[in-house]
């Protein structure tokens, strides 16, 4: 990675806006495949893929996605709900994982009332915010 023509091989540094479990996570996975800390905590397996697609991390953005894919709903968090819907709006070719966004964020509106990203979602991005709303709702017919 850092033997690109980039800001990074520049820099001779690579800077990621990750918690410190998400790096930990990320050289976990980088030196072992492993893939625990993920499994444990849906907000570190999206900062992972967020990474994974960033930096095209071999087989990192797949093996969140089957992560994301292959939990029941309320493994998931609303919150993180909501920034892996924003995360499809950003990332082509990921469908799968937008439905599985709004049926979480379906199965727990109880929890909507307390979401800071949510509350960000409406305030920053409102069209994006309406299109969840409306995309949640065209699901029930």
């Not at 709004?102 to 069209?127: A, W």
Request: aromatic share 12%; proline share 2%; hydrophobic share 40%.
């Amino acid at each position: 990675m850092l033997e690109m023509d980039c800001k990074e091989t520049k820099e001779k540094a690579i800077k990621l806006e990750m918690s410190g479990k998400g790096v930990e996570a990320l050289l976990k996975f980088i030196y072992y495949s492993n893939v625990d800390d993920p499994m444990e905590h849906p907000r570190v397996a999206l900062e992972l893929m967020e990474v994974g697609n960033q930096y095209d991390i071999l087989g990192l953005e797949k093996a969140m996605k089957d992560i994301f894919l292959g939990q029941r709903y309320d493994w998931f968090d609303i919150d993180t709900a909501v920034l892996l819907y924003n995360w499809t709006l950003k990332v082509d070719g990921n469908e799968d994982l937008k439905w599985k966004a709004i049926q979480v964020f379906k199965s727990n509106l109880g929890d909507l009332e307390g979401s800071t990203e949510f509350d960000k979602l409406m305030k920053e991005f409102p069209q994006a915010a309406k299109k969840f709303i409306a995309l949640c709702f065209a699901s029930y017919h």
